[in-house]
Structures are given as C-alpha cells and as structure tokens.
C-alpha cells in the first residue's frame, strides 16, 4: 500500500508568482483535502475534493485553487503569492463513504516566498 | 463549524498516562470526534476518532460524555517518542469537510 506522497518537498518562490504543488493519493482512496500549517499553528483548512469536483473550502481566497484528476492526485494552485503563503502545505486522502473519516496525511511542502 | 477548545500544553513523566480534554461546545448531531498527532515537519497522523462513550485501540482510548460537548484522549504509560501535539476535531464524517485542527495541545514527554 502506497502512502500519500507530496512534491516538491521544498520550494522557495517570489511575491506575485504563481506555485503548484502536487499531491498522490493513497492507493484506493477517492478524496484529497489540502491545509495550510503557518508556523507554530494547526493545519488550515483549504479545500477538498471529491470525484474532481470542490466539496468544501475553507477561509481562503480564488487565487488558491485545485484539481483532482481521474487517479485521485491532486494539485494546489496559488497565484500571485503573498509572504503571508510561506507556510507547509499538507495534503490528506481519504476515502469518503466508508463512515470512517481517517485522513491519511503527506510529509508536506514547504513553500517559503520571498 | 465546530470549533476546539485544548490547553495549550502539558508536560508528563515517562510511564503516565496522560488525559488530554478537548471541549466542542457546538458540537452538530452529525459530528464525530477525532484525534491527530504531529510531529515536527511531518504530516499530522490519525490516533483515533468516535462519536460517543468510550472507543480503544491499540494507542489511546476517547472517553466522550453523553452531552459530547467535550472529550479526553487518554494515552497509557507515555514514552518520550509520544512527544508531539496532539489536535482535536469535530466534524461530518459523512460530508468530511472543512475539519478544523486548532492550535493543539504540545505535550512534552520528560525522563
């Protein structure tokens, strides 16, 4: 059984660019949610996904978007980067139906802009 | 959305056992109460999760009161490597969104 696996693991990005970071699910699971982790904080909430469509976002604006694809992987978009988005960004799988919400979480990018 | 109220840390000797309380006031009928542990610059890993009473497994036990408005991880004769935060959520384990992690609770392990 294959973890959920993120890349890159690090990346150092300047304010106004754009980033995207990519997630591999679990093997068998069938949604991905993505959270920001700022220093010292909990993971935030971002958005999730289910079958490739949204099912759930957070407190963030459009410039953070996403896809899944058809094998479950994922992408986090963000646009015009602020200093405030230096943060580890963690994407979690899960396989939603099953009554049993266990996230399965990934070792995390951590975005640093300068 | 239910929010988590947690200390914001504790410390605890080798070979205790550690209760830490989470209170969820506004806890929804469809939520469920589950457990994460991280480490530092790693992703937050599932303890365990109910929805009332008493559940166990082979790491901790979650005491739920009747009124679920609070809950207590209990994790049995601690050992250094249980050193990390320990996060608190509540959520709809069946539209499992928007889960809310808090601050958590940064328990020290001491010899």
């Known amino acids: 059984e294959t973890g959920v696996t993120q890349s890159p693991t690090h990346l150092i990005k300047t304010r106004g660019q754009q980033v995207t970071l990519r997630c591999s699910s679990q093997s068998g699971h069938n949604t991905v949610s993505w959270y920001q982790q700022a220093l010292g904080q909990g993971p935030q909430f971002i958005f999730q996904?289910?079958?490739?469509?949204?099912?759930g976002r957070g407190n963030f604006p459009p410039r953070f978007s996403g896809l899944q694809f058809p094998n479950y992987s994922s992408e986090l978009n963000v646009n015009a980067l602020e200093l405030d988005d230096s943060a580890l960004y963690l994407c979690?799988?899960?396989?939603?139906?099953?009554?049993?919400?266990?996230?399965?979480f990934g070792p995390g990018t951590r975005l640093t802009v300068t | 959305l239910a929010k988590t109220t947690q200390p914001i840390s504790m410390d605890s000797y080798e070979g205790q056992e550690v209760n830490i309380t989470c209170s969820h006031n506004n806890i929804a009928t469809n939520d469920y109460i589950t457990w994460y542990q991280q480490f530092p610059s790693q992703g937050p890993r599932f303890i365990i999760q109910?929805?009332?009473t008493k559940v166990t497994n082979e790491v901790a036990s979650l005491f739920i009161p009747a009124d679920r408005k609070s809950s207590t991880l209990s994790l049995p004769r601690v050992s250094l490597s249980d050193t990390a935060v320990y996060y608190c959520?509540?959520?709809?384990?069946?539209?499992?969104?928007?889960?809310?992690f808090g601050t958590g609770t940064s328990l020290t392990v001491i010899p």
């Open positions: 109910g929805y009332k």
């Open positions: 996904y289910y079958r490739e469509e949204e099912n």
């Open positions: 979690a799988s899960s396989l939603a139906g099953a009554g049993l919400w266990e996230q399965y």
């Open positions: 959520l509540v959520g709809d384990v069946n539209t499992g969104n928007q889960f809310y």
